[in-house]
């Protein structure tokens, strides 16, 4: 079965860091690139970040930007995300999901073909 599974997700205080792990599961990543996305309660899902295959070209919303770190490792087919600074507009639900590409380098948010169930953040004090 060919899935993505998120972790690293949980409750934070303001200011405070987590680091979400994306895991392809039957599949090997080699051939996609990577998005994250998230969606707060209420709120249309949003691109956050995105990878391109060979890990040369990254993008990051605004909102995230110096303060998040996408950086993936295709050897163990894993995506992460490492988010810094978080403040409580970036709770949210963020979910991995990953699009094939003969493109080696470049990334967006849109035609994604598998996605993960996602994991929850939750920034409170």
């Known amino acids: 079965q060919l899935q993505l599974v998120e972790s690293g997700g949980g409750l934070v205080q303001p200011g405070g860091s987590l680091r979400l792990s994306c895991v392809a599961s039957?599949?090997?990543?080699?051939?996609?690139?990577i998005g994250w996305f998230r969606q707060a309660p209420g709120k249309e899902r949003e691109g956050v970040s995105c990878i391109s295959k060979s890990g040369s070209s990254l993008n990051y919303a605004d909102s995230v930007k110096g303060r998040f770190t996408i950086s993936r490792d295709n050897a163990k087919d894993t995506v992460h995300l490492q988010m810094n600074s978080l403040k409580p507009e970036d709770t949210a639900v963020y979910y991995c999901?990953?699009?094939?590409?003969?493109?080696?380098?470049?990334?967006?948010?849109?035609?994604?073909?598998?996605w993960g169930k996602g994991t929850p953040v939750t920034v409170s004090s």
């Open positions: 999901a990953a699009r094939r590409t003969v493109s080696v380098s470049g990334c967006n948010y849109y035609g994604m073909d598998y």
């Open positions: 039957g599949f090997t990543l080699d051939y996609y690139a």
